[in-house]
């Protein structure tokens, strides 16, 4: 499978915490962003998205966060379990006309029984 | 609804040679976009295509290139390969609305080793 980044940045959380993923995005022009999932020999999986226009979306278990003002997004997962262990991306649009994605360099999530 | 597929899953071939990478996007979308994937520099947009037409492209050089068909499959193609080409590359489609954000799904990748 892929290893996408061997050095990427942890979090260990214990089964049935909370997690919340963090992603610094660099274009405050950007207006569109989305949450993606990463399994070993996967592509990325579509988690949930946001428009710039909202602070707060909510999912099944999943919240995004978006902070205009720092250019900071979050994703909060509730309840981990242990499918949940992934890489986790958010991508930020770039491009006013078309699909042109910027992606962070990723998180790796590990879920501890 | 079928996902995206990509095809071959795994490529290998030699520095110098050329390689085309295919991707069928979900039915009824009608944007594609081209990612590589490695460790060192994570996800990397290459180019999209929206209605046979490059609409987005990214900061990659000449030898990558692609296509659209009609029917909205495409094409990435790499000349001239590099050690450095070795990655996995993701396709992603969407519905593509003119300037709209769109929702974007990705296929499995190719994984292309250049030995």
Same mark, same amino acid.
């Not at chain 2, 495409?74 to 519905?95: F, K, Q």
């Given at each position: 499978?892929?290893?996408?980044?061997?050095? !990427?940045?942890?979090?260990?959380?214990?089964?049935?915490?909370?997690?919340?993923? &963090?992603?610094?995005?660099?274009?405050?022009?950007?207006?569109?962003?989305?949450?993606?999932?990463?399994? %070993?020999?996967?592509?990325?999986?579509?988690? +949930?998205?946001?428009?710039?226009?909202?602070?707060?979306?909510?999912?099944? *278990?999943?919240?995004?966060?978006?902070?205009?003002?720092?250019?900071?997004?979050?994703?909060? +997962?509730?309840?981990?379990?242990?499918?949940?262990?992934?890489?986790?991306?958010?991508?930020?649009?770039?491009? &006013?006309?078309?699909?042109?994605?910027?992606?962070?360099? =990723?998180? *790796?999530?590990?879920?501890?029984? | 609804?079928?996902?995206?597929?990509?095809?071959?899953?795994?490529?290998?071939?030699?520095?110098?040679?050329?390689?085309?990478?295919?991707?069928?996007?979900?039915?009824?979308?009608?944007?594609?976009?081209?990612?590589?994937?490695?460790?060192?520099?994570? !996800?990397?947009?290459?180019?999209?295509?929206?209605?046979?037409?490059?609409?987005?492209? =990214?900061?990659?050089?000449?030898?990558?290139?692609? *296509?659209?068909?009609?029917? %909205?499959?495409?094409?990435? &193609?790499?000349?001239?390969?590099?050690?450095?080409?070795?990655?996995?590359?993701?396709?992603?489609? %969407?519905?593509?609305?003119?300037? =709209?954000?769109?929702?974007?799904?990705?296929?499995?990748?190719?994984?292309?080793?250049?030995?």
């Amino acid at each position: 499978g892929e290893s996408v980044g061997l050095h !990427l940045p942890t979090l260990s959380v214990q089964e049935g915490d909370n997690s919340i993923i &963090n992603c610094a995005y660099s274009n405050s022009a950007s207006d569109y962003f989305i949450w993606y999932k990463q399994e %070993s020999g996967k592509g990325p999986q579509f988690i +949930i998205d946001i428009r710039s226009n909202m602070d707060k979306r909510q999912g099944q *278990r999943v919240t995004v966060l978006l902070n205009k003002t720092v250019k900071h997004l979050s994703l909060q +997962i509730a309840a981990t379990q242990p499918g949940d262990s992934a890489v986790y991306f958010c991508a930020e649009k770039r491009s &006013n006309y078309g699909q042109n994605f910027v992606f962070g360099p =990723g998180t *790796r999530l590990s879920v501890l029984p | 609804k079928a996902g995206v597929t990509q095809t071959p899953r795994y490529l290998i071939k030699t520095r110098g040679q050329q390689v085309t990478l295919s991707c069928s996007p979900i039915s009824g979308h009608r944007s594609v976009s081209w990612y590589q994937q490695t460790p060192g520099q994570g !996800l990397q947009f290459l180019f999209e295509y929206f209605s046979e037409t490059q609409r987005n492209k =990214g900061n990659f050089p000449g030898r990558f290139s692609g *296509r659209q068909f009609s029917n %909205s499959r495409s094409e990435m &193609n790499v000349s001239t390969l590099e050690l450095g080409d070795s990655a996995l590359y993701l396709c992603a489609s %969407s519905s593509g609305t003119s300037g =709209g954000a769109n929702e974007q799904f990705f296929g499995p990748g190719t994984r292309l080793t250049v030995l």
